[in-house]
């Protein structure tokens, strides 16, 4: 009796985020949430360096659930193996709590994320406001024992049915970081970031979504190291799906970064300025998928990684690394039964990295690549109610003939 609600609580939770979210958007979920420009990304930068199969390793362990959506309750996350002592983790988790009256409430957001200036967390801890049925506010803070630390998030939610939504949110980063903080370094600009994020599902089939990150100028005097920093950052990301057929949709998506920063010497004879400091991302991503019930999904992704300049403290180094990748992918669904099934994909593309580090010379690069990866992800239904998903994805090199290391993914909506 019990063997098709699984199934049931799937296909209605699956219908229901459809009418929002385009094909795509599931795999660049942190693309829609608010990012805030870090200082420890804007003065140290990342700590790691990218090889040849860092990113597609990444896609190959990208999210596959959409639910839990950005903004909404509950756990998402993936977790796997990029190298020998590198480890790819993005998760999320919210939980509201509404009190007696169903208007007021306490909100909790915990995330574990990396981005192109290096691996960072944020826990959000705040207060909620519905005003009737369509809006929602939420004022939350990342609290820091270290005051000056402390970041104020300012949000707001309009969804006045399941074919519209829209999210603002506001972030004041280091907000009383001159006035409280430990350190004799200070803000002349302190950091903001502008976040607005927009979803709809037309009549015609037609799916859009768009999300834009703003961080204007914040300018940073490091006396410790006699360095003026002045950074900026532009994210956006957007997608567009359309029924071409009554079991057939296609999608386009993609993402773009603009990030710039300046460095100069705070006294002339200190010889601690270094070069400025560039970074273009584009990426775009085609595919189509059916919906029938041995569901096939295919696609084409084009991504550009270009940076050029002084890395930060953390790579101590000026130079350049340009990685540029085109991957084909194609999977289905087989074996499936009411609460399991697997997705089997192959990705393969060619790989193009260049890379010089002034200061590490050892660690230049100039390779051209030709990858292939086929993952092998089981996913089963741990609470037929939620319609939460476990994901064991072990992933096999053909380019290498060996093991390519195991990916976990868990999708738990409250």
């Known amino acids: 009796m019990l063997a098709g609600k699984p199934a049931l609580f799937l296909i209605v939770g699956t219908t229901m985020l459809t009418l929002l979210l385009p094909v795509g958007v599931a795999a660049e979920s942190p693309w829609r949430d608010p990012h805030p420009q870090r200082l420890d990304g804007f003065v140290e ?38 190298t020998g002592d590198e480890l790819y983790l993005e998760t999320n988790l919210q939980k509201t709590l509404y009190f007696d009256d169903d208007r007021y409430g306490i909100v909790a957001r915990v995330q574990r994320r990396e981005d192109f200036d290096g691996r960072f967390d944020r826990q959000l801890l705040g207060v909620v406001r519905r005003f009737g049925d369509s809006w929602r ?31 603002l949110a506001l972030i004041q980063v280091d907000r009383l970081y001159n006035n409280k903080g430990n350190s004799d370094n200070k803000y002349e600009r302190t950091p903001v970031t502008l976040f607005a994020h927009y979803q709809q599902r037309l009549k015609s089939g037609l799916g859009v979504d768009l999300a834009v990150n703003y961080s204007p100028h914040a300018q940073y005097e490091d006396r410790s190291n006699a360095l003026y920093v002045r950074g900026d950052q532009l994210r956006v ?45 584009r990426s775009v991503t085609l595919s189509v998928r059916s919906d029938a019930s041995t569901e096939f999904h295919a696609g084409l992704r084009h991504f550009v990684l270009e940076e050029q300049g002084w890395f930060g403290q953390n ?25 399991s099934w697997w997705e089997p994909t192959l990705t393969i593309g060619g790989i193009d990295v260049d890379r010089v580090l002034q200061q590490r010379p050892a660690d230049n690069r100039r390779d051209e690549d030709v990858l292939a990866r086929l ?29 390519g290391g195991g990916n976990i993914q868990l999708h738990w909506p409250f």
Do not use: C
């Open 237 to 281: 990301a957007g997608a567009l799906s359309a029924d071409v057929s009554p079991s057939w949709r296609s999608g386009l998506s993609f993402r773009l970064e603009n990030t710039g920063r300046e460095f100069r010497a705070l006294m002339a004879d200190s010889g601690a300025g270094q070069e400025d400091f560039d970074r273009r991302l």
């Open 45 to 82: 930068g990342r700590e790691f360096l990218y090889n040849s199969s860092s990113f597609i390793n990444r896609f190959s362990y990208r999210q596959l659930s959409d639910l839990p959506a950005p903004g909404d309750d509950g756990l998402s996350g993936t977790g796997g193996s990029v």
């Open 315 to 339: 790579l101590a180094s000026t130079g350049f690394n340009r990685h540029s990748e085109t991957l084909l992918f194609a999977g289905m669904t087989v074996a499936r039964r009411a609460t």
């Open 375 to 403: 993952t092998l992800p089981w996913r089963y239904v741990v609470h037929q109610q939620s319609g939460a998903i476990l994901t064991l994805n072990p992933t096999l090199n053909l380019d290498s003939l060996k093991f």
């Open 137 to 167: 506010a939420m004022f939350s803070a990342d609290v820091s024992g270290d005051k000056g630390e402390v970041d104020f998030q300012y949000e707001l939610t309009w969804q006045p049915d399941n074919d519209r939504r829209l999210r």
